[in-house]
């Protein structure tokens, strides 16, 4: 009887980037340093910085590398994680919480850091923006399209903290972040990462705006970008912590309108 060959099948890009990202982990065995995308990697660098990729794909909890255990797991931890901190919870506490074995829950994280990276990777993956689907032509549509971006990111996280009974909706994602930078210096690059990314898609439009006669300043594009982009974590910080019924949409779109409507031709 022959025997079959097995074929492998990459059943989604993300897997792909993946065993991309992980062919570049093992070259690095060989190869002390990389140049990516114009910058030279050392090593270790890079190591973090594909680790960090890897992690943000396979964290996506609409993707399929995440199962229901392991969401579930996520989702315990958050919530323990924003109502004491840290240093406060005990692996043994999460793992009584998720009602789960010590071997089933160990399967997935084998310490209280993989865990809470993971935790934060997932803040990360939400908070990625595809600006592709955005505006190139309107600067108010593009900022209305971003404030529904960042509304439904907010009620994805909402829904995981709500997912306890006993929590408050009123909470402060911020401690989580710090606490992050503070334990896991790697998490500064993916911030700042993400950030160039957005300053690059709002210093277009607002270009473009300019160009059009939609707006008028003597601002530059960049000084106009960091303004909406500095407005949204304000706004963001005050909303977390008040106790108003407004939602996250009408804090964010009144203050963009403000700046807008200066702004505006």
Same mark, same amino acid.
């Given at each position: 009887?022959?025997?079959?060959?097995?074929?492998?099948?990459?059943?989604?890009?993300? $897997?792909?980037?993946?065993? +991309? *990202? @992980?062919?570049? &982990?093992? %070259?690095?065995?060989? /190869?002390?340093?990389?140049?990516?995308?114009?910058?030279?990697?050392?090593?270790?660098?890079?190591?973090?910085?594909?680790?960090?990729?890897?992690?943000?794909?396979?964290?996506?909890?609409?993707?399929?590398?995440?199962? $229901?255990?392991?969401?579930? +797991? *996520? @989702?315990?931890? &958050?919530? %323990?994680?924003?109502? /004491?901190?840290?240093?406060?919870?005990?692996?043994?506490?999460?793992?009584?919480?998720?009602?789960?074995?010590?071997?089933?829950?160990?399967?997935?994280?084998?310490?209280?850091?993989?865990?809470?990276?993971?935790?934060?990777?997932?803040?990360?993956?939400?908070?990625?923006?595809?600006?592709?689907?955005?505006?190139?032509?309107?600067?108010?549509?593009?900022?209305?399209?971003?404030?529904?971006?960042?509304?439904?990111?907010?009620?994805?996280?909402?829904?995981?903290?709500?997912?306890?009974?006993?929590?408050?909706?009123?909470?402060?994602?911020?401690?989580?972040?710090?606490?992050?930078?503070?334990?896991?210096?790697?998490?500064?690059?993916?911030?700042?990462?993400?950030?160039?990314?957005?300053?690059?898609?709002?210093?277009?439009?607002?270009?473009?705006?300019?160009?059009?006669?939609?707006?008028?300043?003597?601002?530059?594009?960049?000084?106009?970008?960091?303004?909406?982009?500095?407005?949204?974590?304000?706004?963001?910080?005050?909303?977390?912590?008040?106790?108003?019924?407004?939602?996250?949409?009408?804090?964010?779109?009144?203050?963009?309108?403000?700046?807008?409507?200066?702004?505006?031709?």
């Amino acid at each position: 009887m022959q025997k079959q060959k097995k074929v492998f099948v990459l059943k989604s890009g993300h $897997e792909f980037v993946v065993l +991309i *990202l @992980k062919a570049v &982990l093992i %070259l690095c065995r060989f /190869k002390p340093v990389f140049l990516l995308r114009g910058n030279v990697f050392t090593k270790r660098k890079l190591i973090n910085y594909c680790r960090l990729k890897i992690m943000i794909y396979i964290c996506i909890p609409t993707g399929r590398f995440m199962n $229901e255990t392991k969401q579930h +797991i *996520l @989702k315990t931890a &958050l919530v %323990l994680f924003l109502r /004491k901190s840290y240093r406060d919870v005990t692996m043994k506490e999460i793992v009584d919480k998720t009602g789960l074995s010590k071997g089933a829950f160990y399967h997935y994280f084998e310490s209280k850091d993989d865990l809470f990276k993971e935790i934060v990777y997932m803040f990360f993956s939400m908070g990625e923006i595809n600006y592709d689907n955005f505006s190139g032509d309107s600067l108010e549509i593009f900022y209305t399209q971003y404030v529904d971006f960042l509304d439904n990111a907010m009620r994805e996280i909402d829904s995981l903290v709500n997912y306890s009974d006993d929590y408050s909706s009123n909470h402060n994602f911020y401690v989580i972040l710090f606490e992050a930078v503070r334990r896991f210096p790697e998490f500064l690059e993916v911030e700042y990462e993400f950030h160039e990314k957005d300053v690059a898609a709002w210093v277009k439009i607002i270009s473009t705006a300019k160009q059009k006669g939609e707006i008028v300043s003597q601002s530059s594009d960049t000084d106009i970008a960091d303004l909406f982009l500095y407005c949204t974590d304000g706004v963001f910080l005050r909303y977390i912590n008040s106790c108003t019924n407004d939602s996250y949409r009408t804090f964010l779109k009144r203050a963009y309108d403000a700046i807008y409507n200066n702004l505006k031709a």
